[in-house]
């Protein structure tokens, strides 16, 4: 410093200098951070594109949600047209725990009479087509062969088994059948309710087509 109390000129210069020196060396610091950051924001802005992109073509080769459902639905409409041309079978299977004996008895009845009446027509017609065959002709010349007395009475087969005797007999087997019948299959009734009520009854499956 001089006498007066002012600084030198030179130190005023190298304040000076100096001031300029650490400025420029501010400036150029803040100028390596601004690219500094201005490269990594490049970077990042890269990256992210690089994730739409990424994001977009998974997006793009997945099928959408709804297109999913469309196809979803249109495979069971096809499936629901196959399942309904071919016919359906529904199936049920019923335990039998129960037969009512008056409903049996009276069932067995009339099958019983039916049975009695086409017994005695089968008869009737049998024995008809064996007397229009000849049949008993030629027995009754048989036995006459065989026993040899041709100025006795003729030997006739007849007297002994006629239409009247066959059918009365058949008559006679057909009501015994009635009731044997009847009462056969009440009774069954009777003792297929024990066996259900210790047994549980008989299963039937049943089907039925639509």
């Not at 030179?10 to 500094?36: L, T």
């Not at 949600?65 to 639905?73: T, Y």
């Not at 099958?111 to 008809?128: E, P, R």
């Amino acid at each position: 410093m001089g006498a007066a109390g002012r600084p030198e000129p030179w130190a005023a210069g190298s304040n000076g200098a100096a001031g300029s020196n650490g400025a420029a060396s501010n400036g150029a610091a803040y100028g390596g951070n601004e690219a500094k950051t201005e490269s990594i924001g490049d970077r990042v802005s890269a990256a992210r594109q690089a994730v739409l992109d990424k994001a977009a073509a998974v997006k793009s080769a997945k099928p959408d949600k709804s297109e999913r459902e469309e196809a979803k639905q249109a495979r069971l409409a096809e499936k629901d047209a196959k399942a309904s041309s071919r016919p359906q079978t529904r199936k049920a299977r019923l335990r039998m725990s129960r037969i009512d004996p008056w409903s049996v008895m009276k069932t067995a009845f009339l099958l019983s009479i039916a049975f009695g009446i086409v017994t005695w027509v089968a008869v009737f017609i049998v024995w008809s087509a064996i007397g229009a065959a000849g049949v008993f002709d030629n027995i009754n010349s048989t036995v006459q062969e065989v026993l040899g007395t041709p100025a006795g009475e003729p030997f006739r087969v007849e007297n002994y088994i006629n239409t009247g005797k066959v059918m009365g007999f058949t008559t006679l087997l057909a009501c015994a059948d009635v009731l044997i019948i009847t009462a056969l299959a009440t009774l069954g009734s009777f003792l297929y309710n024990i066996a259900a009520t210790l047994l549980g009854g008989l299963e039937v499956t049943l089907a039925s087509e639509d």
